[in-house]
């Protein structure tokens, strides 16, 4: 499955970048986390909760920067599971920041992703749902806390 949009983000692009590269700032964004944290080799490791239609998924995710050009473009790459439901997934990331002026810039956003075993097996339609659902919620909650940090920076 692939998924592709664009936000408009009232912020310099440097500013967005920096937040997009804060695992702690971004973890706040992410629908369903329970653990967020980098190890000492550079990898990332979540943990995420959510509910799949009739199923609840705990998916182990260990990830890391495949491609980076600050403050442009980042490419992300991610495998997990979900031992207790016979489920894995991959998942690539691409976010490119496009600055529109001072203080509005552009995050076009891809995604790839792939579910295999019971979350695979689960519908299409119902997968897909619901990874737009973690999308436009991520993407709302990611705009507003950019925004706001921004603001502040621009009132000092």
């Known amino acids: ?28 964004c ?44 980042v490419r992300t790459e991610f495998k997990g599971a979900d031992n207790k439901l016979g489920s894995s997934l991959t998942q690539v990331n691409t976010l490119e920041l496009v600055e529109l002026g001072p203080w509005m810039t552009q995050v076009r956003y891809s995604t790839d992703v792939a579910f295999l075993g019971v979350l695979g097996k689960l519908g299409g339609r119902v997968v897909k749902a619901k990874a737009s659902e973690i999308i436009n919620q991520f993407n709302g909650t990611l705009k507003a806390k950019i925004e706001a940090t921004a603001q502040r920076h621009r009132g000092r």
Do not use: C, N
């Open 1 to 28: 499955m692939t998924f592709q949009g664009e936000l408009h983000v009232e912020a310099p692009a440097q500013e967005v970048w920096d937040f997009l590269l804060d695992l702690e700032k971004l973890s706040g």
């Open 30 to 73: 992410v629908p369903g986390l329970q653990e967020a944290y980098r190890d000492r080799d550079g990898e990332y490791r979540l943990v995420v909760k959510t509910r799949v239609g009739f199923l609840t998924a705990t998916v182990d995710l260990r990830g890391r920067i495949v491609e980076s050009h600050p403050p442009k473009m």
